[in-house]
């Protein structure tokens, strides 16, 4: 089953945001990052796990346990329900894209344990901060 680690980064002034996502499997080593532009922090980490569904289907992955420092977005899946209407629209997608694989989980994880993808979505965000994309 492929592991696949995710996080946002945003600031406030610019008000700026980007995600980035890490896969491991067995001799499977993917990150990929994206620049979301305008967007809060809780935004960006619906939008961050939205972009890892996308990358994952994209790569064949159908196994997949996402791990997540964001309270918010695991508890939406555990109760399948959001409140938000921003963050409903996210869900929505993802949920609709649930079918292409034949395991997905999400699990919170503490923020020390999802370094990687903390580092890589903050590397992005301050590269976009200082006009180098």
Known sequence: MTRAYIDAAA????????????FKDEGMNLEFTKFFGEM???????ATLEFAVE???????TSLIVY???KIISD???KEYVKHPVFRKYFN???ADLGKFDLFLISWTPREKNRRADERAKELLYRHKKGRS
């Open 11 to 22: 600031s406030m002034q610019p008000k700026l945001a980007a995600g980035a996502v890490v």
């Open 40 to 46: 809060d922090n809780h935004e960006a980490e619906w």
């Open 55 to 61: 990358k994952a289907i994209e790569h064949s992955i």
């Open 68 to 70: 997540t420092d964001s």
């Open 76 to 78: 939406s899946f555990d």
């Open 93 to 95: 997608s993802i949920s």
